[in-house]
């Protein structure tokens, strides 16, 4: 008579109780750090329930209208990364002028192919905005082959329609579902606790995210209220070289002349400021203080720049919070409407509109 082993039996029933209770730790840390949102927090592994934005967003309804080329006549054409091609400045400048526009991706287009191009020159935009983040400036522009003069042609000015508000542009408010269990993210979870571990025993930051403290509590809406998160890349503009600076200004500078050479056509450089650096002045690191002004760079290579900088500086130091996602690189729908705001003003004061006294 054989003696039936029950060993095996009581393996499989510890195995599965702790891949049980495993999965059950692992779906409460998913829900109590919430569902992931803001790309510092996934890049860094934080808990978004730290570093997530608690105030509603106000947003307009709208898109990028993205298109792969430029095929069409449009009165403003875009060319950005991705502060214009996630589409959330647009449809508030819309609304501000009634300006139809097309966006292109900076990192697919070719300024030289773009203005030979037929559509271009049969069709030529009365506005067309460049848009790049501050970090990556040289990065597009150092290399790029536009050479420039040492004269200003600040007069220059498109004829445009008299600015009408879109009252067709449906504004709302986008408030946090912390608790939408479609969106809850094991491997999130997972990386957020294991990287946790790691900062408490080496004190140090992880992969692309760093994190520094604040001197003020009231910046953003997350509950690390003292403490902002910002992208490691952040930091490479201190390694800038001034002759790379200007290598990239003179080929911004030399992209303008070539596109208001058509005397149709208005051409602006829209500079988004690094999150370190809106907040620089707040930061406990003295290291974000002593950065290059690239904007004051792009203003003195006469270059047709408007200070979106300081509209975000000025709404910050007068207490507004979430001007930039606190667990994101990007503007809050607030953000992207003070930029919507500046290029619209700045347009305003370098346009005729024939139709404003009719």
Known sequence: MTTVRKEPRRYVYVFGMTLSISLVVMLAAAIYIQPLEGELTRLGSYAERDFGWNLPQKKVRGHANMASAYEERYDVLVVGDSFSTNGVWQP????????????????????????????????????????????????????????????????????????????????????????????????????????????SISGMNSKSTMRFGLSKDTLFSNRRVHEILVFR??????????????????????????????????????????????????????VFRNRVDAQQWLFDYGINTPRIDLLLKEAINRGEKDIYIPSGTHWSARGHKLAAKGLADFIRQRVTMPNKSS
């Open 233 to 286: 890349g952040d930091m490479d503009k201190f390694t800038w070289r001034q002759e790379d600076i200007s290598r990239a200004a003179c080929s911004i500078r030399g992209l303008q002349d070539r596109v208001q050479a058509n005397g149709k056509t208005l051409f602006i450089f829209m500079l988004a400021p690094d999150k370190s650096t809106a907040y620089a002045d707040y930061i406990d690191s003295s």
């Open 92 to 199: 508030f400048f819309r609304q501000k002028t009634g300006l139809s526009y097309v966006t292109l991706n900076i990192r697919k287009t070719s300024f030289h192919d773009l203005l030979i191009s037929q559509p271009f020159r049969n069709y030529p935009p009365k506005v067309m905005i460049v848009q790049s983040v501050e970090r990556e400036l040289l990065y597009f522009f150092k290399e790029l082959d536009f050479t420039c003069d040492n004269e200003r042609h600040d007069a220059f000015q498109v004829s445009l329609p008299a600015f009408t508000e879109d009252a067709g542009m449906e504004s709302y408010e986008e408030a946090r579902n912390a608790m939408d269990l479609r969106n809850i993210n094991f491997r999130y979870a997972a990386s957020v606790i294991v990287n946790g571990i790691l900062r």
